[in-house]
């Protein structure tokens, strides 16, 4: 089966840390672009990391630029989010997605409708 499995969600204190896992199965991500996005209840799906090989420079916005990184490990067929100095505000659940189309890393944070692959979500919650 073709699919891709977050994992590594959970509680965390303000300026806690949390690192998550997209793994894929079924395909090779080697050969994807990969966006990292979040959705809170009442809100709009945000795109907070992605790349591709297109120019192979990961794209943050300002939401989370400096707290946030994206990273692959081929090896194991895995992409990571490390999440540092967390805030309230990014409650959420958070997915990934895969693209078999290689343009600017950008694109695939910015409104990008043609994603292949999504995985199911993981709920990161950060909480006094």
């Known amino acids: 089966q073709l699919q891709l499995v977050e994992s590594g969600g959970g509680l965390v204190q303000p300026g806690g840390s949390l690192r998550l896992s997209c793994a894929a199965s079924?395909?090779?991500?080697?050969?994807?672009?990969i966006g990292w996005f979040r959705q809170a209840p009442g809100k709009e799906r945000e795109g907070v990391s992605c790349?591709?090989?297109?120019?192979?420079?990961?794209y943050y916005p300002d939401s989370v630029k400096g707290r946030f990184t994206i990273s692959r490990d081929n090896a194991k067929n895995t992409v990571y989010l490390q999440m540092n100095s967390l805030k309230p505000e990014d409650t959420a659940v958070y997915y990934c997605?895969?693209?078999?189309?290689?343009?600017?890393?950008?694109?695939?944070?910015?409104?990008?409708?043609?994603?292949?692959?999504w995985g199911q979500g993981t709920q990161v919650t950060v909480s006094s």
């Open positions: 997605a895969a693209a078999r189309i290689q343009l600017p890393s950008y694109v695939y944070c910015s409104g990008y409708a043609g994603y292949d692959y």
């Open positions: 790349i591709s090989s297109s120019d192979g420079r990961p």
């Open positions: 079924g395909f090779t991500l080697d050969y994807h672009a």
